[in-house]
């Protein structure tokens, strides 16, 4: 079984700040980690994605995640918001034995203001 | 233009009622699924299905149905709605399941039982 958890269920923070936004996660087996966001009544959009190779990931609008695979942790971070950035963060997790089958974190809602 | 359309976008209904919601997708993947997203518990797995006519069970199955006739479509019917299933509803599609490959959202169906 595959879990996730997001530390911080809401994350505010002023324009031009550094955020980060934590994930951990369990698993018995390699798994594959994503980053989604979702803007007010939008579905999700793929931020970032860890298959393999380097841990540190680099994404869309800036954003990174480093893969830390001791410490079983994904963690988000932007080095300068802005608040075009203010939406819900979602953490997930896929094993390869899952038949595509992701499970989600329950969402950080990171707002940005001026 | 290609991609992974939900139908309707809102809808609301009485207790007791069935219904259904529509996702269709152009790409021909073989993997479709349906979550529910609540405040506070991310996005939880109904239902998702393989390939046309094969469908199992997610995290949350109970009081819902999916088929899957053919691969472009894959309909999710609350068969007597109640209160608890008030919720937004999502649904994703993904070419392979196995390998490290996102998954593509709708934009969501956000469903109320009064």
């Known amino acids: 079984a595959q879990s996730v958890t997001q530390l911080d269920s809401q994350v505010p923070v002023f324009e031009e700040a550094p955020v980060e936004l934590r994930c951990n996660y369990s698993?018995?087996?390699?798994?594959?980690l994503f980053w989604y966001v979702q803007y007010p009544n939008q579905g999700l959009q793929l931020l970032l994605k860890y298959l393999s190779g380097s841990t540190l990931v680099k994404g869309i609008n800036g954003f990174e995640a480093e893969f830390n695979k001791s410490q079983t942790s994904f963690h988000l971070r932007k080095p300068s918001v802005h608040i075009s950035d203010t939406a819900e963060y979602f953490c997930a997790v896929k094993s390869g034995t899952c038949y595509g089958k992701l499970t989600f974190g329950q969402g950080t809602i990171l707002t940005v203001h001026p | 233009d290609a991609g992974i359309t939900q139908s309707p976008r809102y809808k609301i209904t009485e207790t007791g009622r069935q219904v259904t919601l529509m996702c269709h997708q152009t790409w021909s993947h073989s993997y479709m699924f349906w979550y529910r997203q609540d405040l506070g518990h991310g996005l939880r797995l109904i239902y998702y299905?393989?390939?046309?006519?094969?469908?199992d069970k997610g995290e949350v199955p109970d009081g819902y149905v999916v088929s899957r006739s053919k691969t472009e479509n894959f309909p999710l019917t609350l068969e007597s709605a109640t209160r608890s299933q008030t919720s937004v509803y999502f649904c994703a599609s993904i070419n392979d399941g196995g390998a490290g490959q996102p998954q593509h959202f709708g934009d969501g169906t956000r469903l109320s039982i009064l």
């Open positions: 698993s018995s087996v390699s798994v594959y």
């Open positions: 299905s393989a390939a046309a006519d094969i469908t």
